[in-house]
């Protein structure tokens, strides 16, 4: 094995790590909005109307999370406000 294929072999392993941890990010994503209901994305983009009108933000610094605690759903609200 020269030195060419030593180098050619690490990039594979390298981008192919890389892409796994991609598809990971991926699929954990796409578990969490399976488990949400479907008027989620449109109470997002409601808060972030509301929010907008106060505090100018765009959608990153909005977090909107559901989760059940028992026989309830919690509703958890995170904004990154800027500072002033």
Known sequence: ???????????????????????????????????????????QRDILEVIRKYVPINEEQVQVEMANQGNCSVLELNITLPER
């Open 1 to 43: 094995m020269n030195l060419f294929d030593f180098l050619r072999e690490r990039k594979k392993t390298a981008s192919a790590s890389v892409a796994k941890e991609r598809l990971q990010i991926i699929v954990a994503t796409e578990r969490k909005q399976r488990g949400q209901p479907e008027y989620m994305p449109a109470l």
